[in-house]
């Protein structure tokens, strides 16, 4: 099987999928440390930041890895993207990577702590973002278009986001009482 961009494009999500479904099962079981160890991973995950009202923003992630799973597998591994797929695929890597760069910046100025699997999660879309701009489509006026309302909008977004987080009381656990068998 040849090697496509469709390839690449699901083994990066999967990678993603991987680290923040570790980091929702985490943060769902209140079980934070168990890896990360007692630091910046547990203090990231149980900052008002780490939520969107209940849901835990490790969970949106996974939701966004996966779409982007979806979208690169659909049509077969052996065709080129169609304008359908690149669409999707650049809308949701250009907003996945200006979100990520929101959420590195709470890290640093707001948490102050240290998170390598948010890290990595950041890595992985800006891998993914710059797979997408290797295409053509993506470095055309309409990509780079698409790019900066993507950016735009998701900057507009995390401001109110953003003030909603920080003058909310802090989560309650996030574990919906469906993990270890509790109601």
């Not at 007692?38 to 849901?55: E, K, Q």
């Not at 295409?135 to 909603?164: D, E, N, P, W």
Request: hydrophobic share 50%.
């Amino acid at each position: 099987m040849k090697f496509t961009i469709k390839l690449w494009m699901m083994l990066l999500a999967l990678g993603g999928m991987g680290i923040t479904g570790y980091l929702t099962y985490e943060k769902l079981t209140s079980n934070l440390g168990s890896i990360c160890g007692t630091g910046g991973c547990s203090l990231v995950l149980s900052s008002p930041y780490a939520n969107i009202g209940v849901v835990p923003l490790t969970l949106v992630g996974f939701a966004l890895y996966g779409l982007i799973f979806l979208l690169s597998a659909w049509g077969g591994l052996d065709q080129t993207l169609t304008s359908e797929q690149w669409l999707g695929l650049w809308v949701l890597t250009s907003s996945g990577v200006a979100f990520s760069g929101y959420l590195m910046s709470l890290l640093v100025w707001e948490i102050g702590a240290f998170c390598p699997f948010c890290l990595a999660s950041a890595l992985t879309l800006t891998i993914l973002w710059l797979t997408m701009l290797t295409q053509k489509s993506s470095r055309s006026g309409r990509g780079v278009l698409i790019s900066l309302a993507c950016l735009s909008i998701t900057a507009l977004a995390t401001v109110g986001l953003y003030h909603f987080q920080k003058n909310s009381a802090p989560p309650i656990p996030a574990n919906f009482g469906i993990i270890r068998g509790k109601s």
